[in-house]
């Protein structure tokens, strides 16, 4: 088992790290829009929702994988109303590719952000 750690994405906030692989396979911890300097990003949902595949790419990246190997993802939205938009930017970055995905409208998220993403790839 190996812990992924990368400065292109946001430092955990609690104890966890941004991500684990275990043999060929990566779990990363879900990401929120923070930066990379942990500044929460402010904008609209798609603003929000480019910011947390900024930060998914980088530990991807760390891990050895690639939006390309990713399996399962897992989507968290404060409002089902965001659905849509969220869907949109969500497929710009699977688009020929199209893991498998669940997503859940959720009362609350951390720093009150409007999505967390989490997702499982397998590493090259």
Partial sequence: M???QTNQAPAAIGPYSQGIVVNNMFFSSGQIPLTAEGTMV???IKEQ???V???LQAVLQEAGASF???IKAT???KSMD???AVNEVYGEYFSAHKPARSCVEVARLPKDALV???VIALVK
């Fill in 2 to 4: 190996k812990e992924v």
């Fill in 42 to 44: 402010n904008g609209d």
């Fill in 49 to 51: 929702t480019h910011q």
């Fill in 53 to 55: 595949f900024r930060n």
């Fill in 68 to 70: 390309e190997t990713v």
């Fill in 75 to 77: 989507v968290f939205i």
């Fill in 82 to 84: 965001d659905f849509a």
């Fill in 116 to 118: 967390e993403i989490e």
